[in-house]
């Protein structure tokens, strides 16, 4: 159960973080680019996630 509040904390602050991170890029809020910056955002977190989780499996299983 704390990981699930950790883990859902993490992706209210990745969210916050991406939209202040986009903007600093240069996009403005509700403009395509902007909704693309935060999709790309999305797919590198939920690609880290993964590859975070195939890794601790792969250390249990050792």
Same mark, same amino acid.
């Given at each position: #159960?704390?990981?699930? =509040?950790?883990? &859902?904390?993490?992706?209210?602050? @990745?969210?916050? @973080?991406? !939209?202040?991170?986009? =903007? %600093? &890029? *240069?996009?403005?809020? *509700?403009?395509?680019? &902007? =909704?693309n910056c935060m999709q %790309?955002?999305?797919?590198?977190r939920q690609q880290a #996630?993964?590859? @975070?989780?195939? !890794? !601790?499996?792969?250390?249990?299983? @050792?």
């Open positions: #159960m704390k990981e699930i =509040a950790v883990a &859902f904390a993490l992706a209210m602050t @990745s969210c916050v @973080s991406d !939209q202040q991170v986009c =903007a %600093n &890029f *240069g996009y403005t809020p *509700g403009t395509e680019a &902007f =909704a %790309n955002r999305y797919a590198q #996630m993964q590859s @975070s989780a195939a !890794q !601790q499996q792969a250390q249990q299983q @050792s």
